[in-house]
């Protein structure tokens, strides 16, 4: 006689088991200092002196051509400037401008605004 567990797990099949793989056999793991995301490849290509084109973009990433300009999007979107320049050949590149902060600048023009904004402080408060 059987009963409904009997016949529901003789349906079954067992499951099969996976086999472990030893940690040696793993593939190693390039530090987090050396591997460098596809996005970080952009910005690099885009800090050199002579920018990037979108073709160097794309060999680059293998984005397509949309996706590059989605992502330089993204870096003007986040506060960084871009700027495109015309090549010699009629091909443009794209660049990021790095700015200074006024105060390393200009360091002598910071201090002299800072003199006198405070003399002409006084004058108006004594008025």
């Known amino acids: 006689m059987t009963t409904e567990n009997d016949t529901a797990t003789a349906a079954k099949?067992?499951?099969?088991?996976?086999?472990?793989?030893?940690?040696?056999?793993?593939?190693?793991?390039?530090?987090?200092?050396?591997?460098?995301?596809?996005?970080?490849?952009?910005?690099?290509?885009?800090?050199?002196?002579?920018?990037?084109?979108?073709?160097?973009?794309?060999?680059?990433t293998d984005w397509q051509a949309h996706s590059v300009r989605a992502f330089l999007s993204g870096l003007r979107k986040k506060g960084r400037t871009i700027v495109r320049e015309a090549r010699k050949g009629g091909e443009f590149a794209y660049r990021i401008v790095v700015a200074l902060p006024p105060a390393a600048a200009h360091p002598a023009e910071s201090q002299l605004g800072s003199t006198m904004g405070d003399a002409t402080s006084n004058d108006t408060a004594r008025a």
């Not at 910005?43 to 794309?58: D, V």
């Open 13 to 60: 099949p067992p499951r099969a088991r996976r086999a472990k793989t030893p940690a040696s056999a793993s593939v190693p793991v390039a530090p987090a200092s050396l591997a460098t995301s596809k996005s970080d490849t952009v910005i690099k290509l885009l800090l050199r002196a002579k920018g990037a084109t979108p073709l160097e973009l794309i060999a680059a």
